[in-house]
């Protein structure tokens, strides 16, 4: 499903004309089946948020080649990456990144809309969704009226609506209490299994790596195989 | 998206920022109301004087001031009868009528009543061709009997009614209709310098009709129509030459009258028509037009900053929110034709509030302005004055529309740019 074959990036720090490169990713090379959750484990600055962001195609890697579904992600245009995201990527951000202006259901609703969906048609599949993630009471609350928790179910419900087969998870739990991380992840545990849903997980916490079926951990830019799953 | 879905999602972003929208779509208002108003101006006084023009003159008529043969100059009456015939078998051209004007002084009389009036010797059957019209009565049908001008009657005044009329007293002339009355007609030639007075001659004619009212209030109607025939008789019994001439064309439509012309001057002839006087005023008028909307359309340049700056301030806002929707699958194009629909509903509302300001500006305008200057000229000098200040044509109303919406969306342009560009990765970044 996704395949990431000697990714090498780095970055660049201090002024112009007296650049340093920094190694970011130094030749990492992963495999990630179908209904898989895999957790990449990593401290602040290792290189795990670029990961994701190259695999999301937010941004292109000096080297190697990332391939989602057969299609080499790198090879796309701007807006050919934006479909290619909308129909292969739901995304759970640590921070939710929910629209202020829209209640739960319309945040919920939005990626329907830029789909094109018809209004009828997206407004049934968004109310049967929230029913499944509990949120259902709230669909009229705007984001600054809900818990942290009941964001983060929001964050999830919009990754999911599209029925992509890929979730990239940031941080999920990064703002959330140890009773809320554990809710969220039990629901996605269960979506993994009822949907067979492939999930990538970024994290520090080692918590919420052991949700994952494997886990991987970032040093220095490079990659190396962890532990296999508990229970949460 | 689907468009509906587009024009909510703007209409949500303008709600939560209501006071700034509302001021750029203010801002908008102003400049393309300033616009529309100002032209409006200049459409409205080439109106006034179009129908000023139009009022004075039978808009179809041509008049035919003479010839040139190359060498030789025609004064209308020298221009030979078959050239006439020619006229009167062109297109277009309904009748040509030849009005002659004997060179006398004319006195109407009738019992002790009399004034000074005009004769006009014409055919009876080109006049009628022509658009000559009757109030009352019908048209001569014999050698003896003329039409009469409408305010023939009320100028008939006998001498104590003459004195008292320049007292400054009212008087009301000819009591009952003219119709199936006789009338004398005195004709006295005029005198050349060092000439003596010559002898008068005096004609009896029964009045059959009486003329129809002229289209001007000011205009006083007091001539005499009769047939043609009658000028070689009046010349020759006061020892007359051939008189004054005028040749009228008179075409079926007004649209036809600019060809009309074109073909008689391509013929030698001296022709003027209503056509001359509106090209050339057309054109001033036109030029005056495009200036206007020329420093009408800068108010709406300026008013221009103001939507950039609101654009510019909604993006910079709405970084993270552009993140995110770039982030689970917007396409470029997409948050670009937002952005710009954003800035054209400013433009198109404030483009419909300025149309319906403007035409109540035009209004009072219209109302206000003529009160003022009319007042200022004093009632004698603003007799039969009509004056349009301002007038909204559709044209304008669509240039003006066009530039408005076109400059809000070239001003939302750039803004709209910024927001395709922003990077998704410092978008997410940005704190809520």
Known sequence: MIKIKDLQHHFKIGKKGNERHVPVLKSVTLEIGKGEIVAILGKSGSG???????????????????????????????????????????????????????????????????????????????????????????????????????????????????????????????????????????LIQSLNKKLGLTFVIITHDEEVAAVADRQYRLHDGELVKGEQRHAV | MQFKDQIDFIRQHMKRNKL???????????????????????????????????????????????????????????????????????????????????????????????????????????????????????????????VVGYHMAERLLTEAEMEKEANGEEVEGFAGSLIGQTVELELTPFLNEGEERTESSTWEFVVTGIAKEPAKDWMTDVAIYADSSWAPIFNEELGLEKGFKNILVYADELQNVGGITDALKEDGFYVYSVTEELGTMNVFFTALKAGLIFVGTIAVLIASIGIFNTMTMAVTERTREIGVMKAIGAQPKLIRKLFLMESAAIGLIGTALAVVISYGISVLANWLVPIIILSSLGEEDAAGISIVISTIPWQLVVIASAISIGVAMVSGWRPARKATQIDIIQALRQEM
């Open chain 1, 48 to 186: 795990k948020s670029t990961l994701l962001h190259i695999l999301a195609g937010f941004m292109s890697p000096e080297k190697g080649s990332v391939v989602v579904n057969g299609q080499e992600t790198a090879a796309l245009k701007e807006a050919e990456q934006a479909s290619f995201r909308l129909a292969n990527f739901g995304f759970i951000f640590q921070n939710f990144q929910l629209m202020p202006g829209l209640n739960a259901f319309e945040n919920v609703e939005l990626p329907l809309k830029i789909k094109g969906m018809a209004e009828t048609e997206r407004k049934m599949k968004v109310q049967k969704l929230l029913e499944k993630v509990g949120l259902d009471q709230v669909a009229g609350h705007y984001p600054n009226e809900l818990s942290g928790g009941q964001q983060q179910r929001v964050s999830i419900a919009r990754a999911l609506i599209t029925d992509a087969p890929i979730i990239l998870a940031d941080e999920p739990t990064g703002s959330l209490d140890s009773e809320t991380e554990k809710e969220i992840l039990l």
């Open chain 2, 20 to 146: 700034r929208v509302a001021t750029t779509i203010l801002a908008a208002t102003m400049g393309c109301a300033f616009l529309i108003v100002l032209a409006s101006v200049g459409f409205g006084l080439h109106q006034t004087i179009t129908d000023d023009v139009l009022d004075n003159n039978m808009v179809t008529q041509i008049e035919v001031a003479g010839k040139t043969d190359g060498d030789t100059e025609l004064a209308p009456a020298d221009i030979p009868d078959a050239e006439l015939q020619q006229i009167k078998g062109m297109e277009h051209v309904i009748a040509v009528v030849e009005r002659n004007q004997p060179e006398a002084e004319a006195e109407i009389m009738i019992g002790n009543r009399s004034t000074y009036s005009q004769v006009v010797l014409s055919s009876m059957e080109e006049e009628q061709k022509a658009g000559f019209a009757l109030s009352e009565g019908k048209m001569p049908a014999k050698a003896g009997e003329v």
